[in-house]
């Protein structure tokens, strides 16, 4: 979670989240969504911008957003939430 919400480096934030976007699991997903419900609108940018970085020509997305309904059907709140929003952004991925 570190690495996903460095305010002091944004460039850490989008290659953790590309990673974790590219790996696809649902942990990996889940750490993804937390930051996404914990952060700004500027980190969350750059969240986005990791996270959108590995689905573009990787195949990826339904990989991303069959763990994001898995998530979205979990107990914790803001996992549902970030979960969400991740989803939409694999639906803005073209895919």
Known sequence: MGLLLDV?????TR???EGLARVGTVAAV???ALA????????ADW???GVHDALVGSGGVPTVAAACRK?????????RR????ILAWTDEAGC
Not at 8 to 12: F, L, N, P, R, S
Not at 71 to 79: P, T
Not at 82 to 85: L, V
Request: no cysteine; charged share 30%; proline share 0%.
């Open 8 to 12: 002091e480096d944004t460039a850490v």
């Open 47 to 49: 969240l986005r911008t």
């Open 71 to 79: 998530l979205a059907q979990g107990r914790e709140e803001a996992v």
């Open 36 to 43: 996404v419900v914990e952060t700004d609108g500027n980190q």
């Open 30 to 32: 889940r750490l993804i």
């Open 82 to 85: 970030g979960a969400a929003e």
């Open 15 to 17: 290659r953790t989240a």
